[in-house]
């Protein structure tokens, strides 16, 4: 049994970005946690990228971000001067927004990780939901995917310095200002796409909102770069598991099918999926494209449930 009470408002009965406590009428605090592995060389840049990563869930919520508290594993033998500098890559990206860090905890592990704990605040009542997504609704996406492929390829040393700068970029790029941006339209449902993938965090959408939803596989943008690297065999391991894991609840034209593995790729700090009433798309798109989401467009619409709950066309 989990104890609950009446003003916890959305818990983690579907899968949604983070959690909501009502503290007073259209008033309510918004919490959540991420940890990442290393996705860059550069130390400093981790901790700004798992800064904006972890960030991404009260962006998704609708909430504006107050505190934070990090989480740190790292193996001793590792120079102190690497962990200040992601530590305070994360000061950084959290000092730009105005979220306090709090405090934070250290583990000793194997491998480095890093990540945040934040709490944020919806102060106009409005709870942007993964569950919401309504029949007739189109599909926005911020960010190309590809993401997992192309750090995959950084860790095998196989990426250009110019690929490195454009996916790091890409990672830093914050949804700060798409979330302020999608409260000025008819949104429907949101959630940000990171480590179960386009395909899994779309299941999610789907299955707890009770439709389908049919993408528009040409439309949806991916890092230059990374279908010749998934073509290669330069695929995480987590794409291969969101793949299996949603085996039964999508189909895939097979005119796409060098793109498939894309739609599973984990993405670290990836964009919002956005649902909002076809009749405002065009504008949305127009207004994301205009504050730096240069990738943003419509890349699906909802539809009454079918056979599967994702259908790429």
Known sequence: MVYKDDNLLVGFE???????????????????????????????????????????????????????????????????SVMHEIMQGACDELGEIGCVLVGGHTLEDNEVKFGLSVTGMIDDGKILQNNTLKSGDVLVYTKPLG??????????????????????EIMLLSNK??????????????TDITGYGLAGHALEMAKFSGCSINFFTEKIPVIEGAL???????????????????????????????????????????????????NHADELVDDLK????????????????SDHYLVFE
Request: hydrophobic fraction near 40%; charged fraction near 20%.
């Open 147 to 168: 993401i997992g492929i192309m750090t995959t390829a950084i860790k095998g040393e196989m990426v250009a310095e110019n690929e490195i700068s454009h996916v790091t």
């Open 14 to 80: 579907t899968s949604d970005d983070a959690g909501v406590y009502k503290i007073a009428e259209n008033k309510y605090m918004v919490q959540s946690i991420d940890v990442i592995a290393p996705v860059v060389d550069e130390p400093y840049n981790f901790g700004r990228i798992a800064a904006v990563n972890s960030l991404s869930d009260l962006y998704a919520m609708g909430a504006r971000p107050l505190t934070a508290m990090t989480l740190l594993m790292y193996n001793c033998n590792i120079a102190g």
């Open 228 to 278: 010749n690297y998934a073509e290669m065999g330069i695929i995480p391991a987590g794409a291969y598991h969101n793949k299996q894991f949603l085996a039964h609840h999508y189909s895939f034209n097979e005119n796409h099918k060098t793109k498939e593995m894309l739609m599973f790729d984990p993405q670290t700090s990836g964009g919002l999926f956005i649902g909002v009433n076809k």
């Open 290 to 305: 205009r504050a730096g989401y240069e990738d943003s467009c419509v890349i699906g619409e909802a539809a009454d449930l």
């Open 177 to 190: 200002k798409a979330s302020e941006i999608i409260k000025n339209y008819p949104v429907t449902a949101c």
